[in-house]
């Protein structure tokens, strides 16, 4: 069965900490896709990145970098020198055979103090 | 702007009563979908619309109904016979073909009395 898991419920960092939010998931597919999601106090998510099974190469955006590991079915979100902006509720989705029926991960919660 | 406008935002409902959450895109995606999200668990899929005149159930479909009669429209119904109906309801919109990115409205709160 396809399951995603966040074992992170909550974290708290202080401004310009470096944090990284946990992934990981079951699929017995061998084509699937990874996503990364920010859900901040106004309540719509925000796409950020989409992996599929096949490039394992590491993603980094500004502050913001991806490490997708196959071996350990991770796929792990670092923000670098966090800031207060960060704090929003960040969720794993996998989807399968490139369909948009995504399964969600419980969501970490990020708070960011100054 | 383009996007997702969901209506309303917090509504109040006695049990028993149906009650139906609007959800509009001017995005001109093929494809929409109905998230509910219940603290802890992330958000699971209730319904799903590739085309116009089209829907699916997703994993919680029941006590749900869902109409898709134009593209940029795609309501929700929460009926009587949804058990425990208080939750976090998020519509979003994608192209088809563009493989998870999804467009998210700013959801509807239903608390139900």
């Known amino acids: 069965a396809q399951k995603v898991t966040q074992a992170q419920t909550e974290i708290s960092v202080v401004e310009k900490e470096d944090v990284t939010l946990d992934c990981v998931y079951e699929?017995?597919?061998?084509?699937?896709?990874l996503f990364w999601y920010k859900q901040p106090p106004s309540g719509e998510l925000v796409f950020l990145i989409r992996?599929?099974?096949?490039?394992?190469q590491n993603e980094i955006s500004g502050r913001y970098s991806w490490n997708f590991q196959k071996s350990t079915s991770s796929f792990n979100f670092t923000i670098t020198a966090s800031q207060v902006v960060d704090s929003a509720v960040y969720f794993c989705a996998l989807s399968e055979g490139g369909y948009n029926k995504l399964i969600f991960g419980a969501g970490t919660r990020l708070a960011v103090h100054p | 702007d383009g996007g997702i406008t969901q209506s309303p935002k917090y509504l109040f409902r006695k049990e028993g009563q149906n009650v139906t959450l609007s959800c509009e895109q001017n995005l001109n995606h093929d494809a929409m979908y109905w998230y509910r999200q219940d603290p802890g668990q992330g958000l699971r899929l209730i319904y799903y619309s590739q085309i116009v005149n089209d829907f699916q159930k997703g994993d919680i479909a029941e006590g749900y109904s869902v109409s898709r009669e134009k593209k940029e429209s795609f309501p929700l119904t929460v009926t009587s016979a949804q058990k425990n109906p208080t939750a976090f309801y998020l519509c979003a919109s994608s192209m088809t073909g563009s493989t998870g990115e999804l467009f998210f409205g700013e959801g509807s709160r239903l608390t139900v009395l």
């Open positions: 699929t017995r597919d061998t084509t699937y896709y």
């Open positions: 992996r599929n099974s096949f490039d394992e």
